[in-house]
């Protein structure tokens, strides 16, 4: 089992920045990716950035979407996965989650199978 917890959500206006934290706990070892996802009312789960942690060469995955605004990083220290948001627009709006895979694939957003509750980001015009 994997637990994580998101946390850092919040209100901004258009072109601001928020950074959103996953702490991770469990059975950490079993994790290959950390990926974060959202979903807007209405709309279907996207999958927006992944991050290879099980390796010392993480590497990252990106949606078109995001890619040049959003950016994922790992705190080993505190078994974390940031998600750095910059020049938000209200399209971002969504509530955001965070979800571990075992699988290598940090990009295969079908392989995530462990869940935060998600944190609610709003951005306004």
């Known amino acids: 089992q994997v637990q994580l917890a998101e946390s850092g959500g919040g209100s901004v206006q258009a072109g601001g920045s928020l950074t959103l934290s996953c702490e991770v706990t469990?059975?950490?070892?079993?994790?290959?990716?950390i990926g974060w996802f959202r979903q807007a009312p209405g709309r279907k789960r996207e999958g927006v950035a992944g991050l290879f942690v099980a390796g010392n060469y993480p590497y990252t995955y990106y949606s078109r979407s995001v890619e040049n605004r959003f950016a994922i990083s790992l705190n080993k220290d505190q078994n974390a996965v940031s998600l750095r948001m910059d020049r938000l627009k209200p399209e971002d709006t969504a509530t955001y989650y965070c979800?571990?895979?075992?699988?290598?694939?940090?990009?295969?957003?079908?392989?995530?199978?462990?869940w935060g509750q998600g944190t609610q980001v709003t951005v306004s015009a």
């Open positions: 469990g059975v950490i070892y079993s994790v290959y990716c």
């Open positions: 979800a571990s895979s075992p699988e290598a694939g940090c990009g295969a957003w079908e392989n995530y199978n462990y």
